[in-house]
């Protein structure tokens, strides 16, 4: 038998996509504050043109090479609004994608998209604690027949494998999502996602049963998880990560954050993560001995930037020769930036098969906006949002004009994502950025009592008063109620004033009267702390999230704010005064 040799694996890998198929414009400071630069930064043209060198460098060096996606492809921007997986199973098969692991977001509707983006995808997708064997076999549209999926394996109690071989070497992958992907996302109820730890370490055992010394996890567990995982599950070698958007490595030579170092490593496991968006690109080089044990470790992320830069967003003020080849001999000298060109097969099939329904939107003006509208989650000393009210009263009104006799909405702070500068407000800009998730708005009857519990829960949620949150964009905005949260009061007694809007004025909701109210899909089903709002009589609008605000924007010639706020949010006693009488 022939002695295996030391080999060199090379694996590029990317996280949290979010369909961001084109560059985005990013603000850089260089050298000092005072030297700001716009550039056109990622997009997957760029991508693809990273990966080709990558690939490249690693043939000329004779290593092996991988090409990895750590979750949440589906959702971020018009080009998921407009086409939904499609689209992006279209642009990850031209990168060339190795094998890519489950995220959140793909599950934000449901299993059949996600059905949808496996017929349609060239490569394997991963999913070891997803454990879909008990799927219905009368659904219309089920995934556990679907190949291209790598799910959990209940006889054994693991995840599924991909094994690769180099050299005479194997080298093993495996995959784990987020544990609470029922809270986070909407799985259907008859494939539920299991805890991670115990297969992950049942994984490992089947792995170097087979002779796989070289373990890699594809993990969209979030960085902080992944940590503890490595913490407590020897023999993985490399968890490549995703979910919480963590761009490790120092870019304060561009402005931009200082995270952990690249590669950060607990115990025997180095971690990765490449942050979001198709901004940036991680790379890494495991040197492997002759028994398939990795001796080394060496690599980084790389922001991807174009060769143009200005002084501002809109690339209206240009910078002077001097200034831009001052600006371009500091970035080429970064060993943290990649500038390359975008490749132009890809960037071609892009504008000619997806952009142009995306520039119709883009030209389309739904309303003008006087003032710039902020938005925060959590109210601050400033106060609330002032675009979730907006946004929630457009759930309302479209409920209304599709002949539904709704009272009330509430929508959940996180499904907000920007605040809106002062100016024409596009379609594209709502559909594509402002309400990005294509979720459907759900009419739905309830209690006050009901609605009583769910304000509470999901800001318990979101402050982690009392609970385990998960993250502040549980946080609840309101139409047509008004409520007052005391936070110092015991859990239960928290929302002391709610309050419904009958004809010019307010009246106290009734504990045992039935109200319709709507709200998205994701806050309707009990999610991060609505668990109340969950009911059995309940039906979609027929209009997503964005199309509502988009058909209320229009009957609007500017975008009036509400005359007071009705959230009345208090952290102690003496802050009662701030907020409207009893």
């Not at 198709?278 to 060496?298: H, K, M, V, W």
């Amino acid at each position: 038998m022939t002695a295996r040799q030391p080999f060199s694996l090379t694996i590029a890998h990317i996280n949290d996509t979010h369909s961001h198929f084109e560059s985005t414009p990013v603000s850089l400071s260089l050298e000092s504050e005072d030297t700001r630069v716009y550039a056109n930064c990622g997009g997957f043209a760029r991508i693809a043109s990273a990966v080709k060198h990558f690939r490249q460098q690693a043939e000329h060096n004779q290593h092996g090479f991988l090409f990895l996606h750590a979750g949440d492809c589906f959702q971020g921007t018009l080009y998921y609004s407009l086409f939904k997986g499609k689209a992006n199973a279209d642009m990850l098969n031209r990168l060339g994608i190795d094998a890519m692991a489950i995220g959140n977001h793909e599950l934000d509707q449901g299993n059949g998209p996600v059905a949808d983006f496996l017929d349609d995808i060239q490569f394997p997708l991963l999913a070891g604690n997803w454990h879909v064997d008990d799927e219905a076999k009368d659904k219309q549209k089920r995934v556990s027949d679907k190949p291209a999926l790598m799910a959990y394996v209940p006889e054994h109690a693991r995840a599924s494998t991909l094994i690769k071989t180099y050299a005479g070497h194997q080298v093993g992958l495996f995959s784990l999502a987020v544990e609470q992907m029922a809270a986070l996302a909407h799985p259907d109820h008859d494939t539920p996602f299991l805890p991670a730890t115990q297969i992950a370490k049942n994984t490992v055992a089947y792995l170097r049963a087979q002779g796989v010394n070289t373990i890699i996890l594809l993990s969209h567990l979030g960085y902080d998880k992944d940590k503890e995982l490595a913490a407590a599950v020897k023999g993985i070698d490399v968890i490549v990560g995703g979910h919480t958007h963590v761009l490790q490595g120092d870019f304060q030579n561009l402005g931009l954050a200082k995270e952990d170092p690249y590669g950060y490593k607990v115990n025997d496991t180095w971690i990765v993560q490449a942050g979001c968006h198709a901004q940036s690109i991680g790379r890494f080089t495991l040197s492997i001995d002759e028994n398939g044990r990795p001796a080394a470790f060496n690599g980084q992320n790389y922001v991807l930037l174009g060769r143009s830069l200005a002084m501002d967003a809109s690339r209206e003020q240009q910078l002077t020769a001097a200034s831009y080849q001052s600006a371009r001999d500091y970035l080429n000298s970064q060993s943290n930036v990649l500038i390359l060109p975008s490749d132009l097969d890809l960037k071609h099939y892009l504008q000619q098969t997806y952009r142009p329904q995306v520039a119709r939107l883009e030209r389309d003006i739904v309303t003008d906006v006087p003032e710039r509208l902020r938005h925060v989650r959590v109210p601050d000393r400033e106060g609330g949002s002032d675009v979730a009210p907006l946004v929630t009263e457009s759930f309302l009104w479209a409920a209304r004009e599709q002949g539904i006799d709704a009272e009330f909405a509430i929508h959940n702070a996180g499904g907000v994502r920007v605040g809106l500068n002062a100016g024409p407000l596009s379609a594209a800009l709502i559909a594509g950025t402002l309400l990005p998730f294509a979720i459907d708005v759900i009419a739905y009857r309830v209690t006050g009592k009901q609605i009583r519990c769910a304000l509470e829960g999901a800001i318990n949620n979101a402050t982690n008063n009392g609970v385990a949150g998960l993250g502040t964009g549980s946080f609840p905005y309101c139409a047509a109620i008004r409520y007052r949260y005391e936070a110092w009061r015991p859990m239960g007694q928290r929302i002391t004033q709610l309050e419904i809007k009958r004809d010019e004025h307010w009246v106290s909701m009734d504990d045992d009267h039935q109200y319709t109210g709507v709200s998205s899909s994701y806050t309707a089903q009990g999610k991060e702390g609505y668990d109340a709002l969950q009911t059995g009589r309940r039906r979609s609008i027929g209009l997503s999230m964005a199309e509502c605000f988009i058909q209320y924007a229009r009957q609007q010639t500017t975008l009036a704010l509400p005359s007071q706020p009705l959230v009345c949010y208090l952290h102690t006693p003496d802050q009662i005064q701030t907020c409207w009488s009893q």
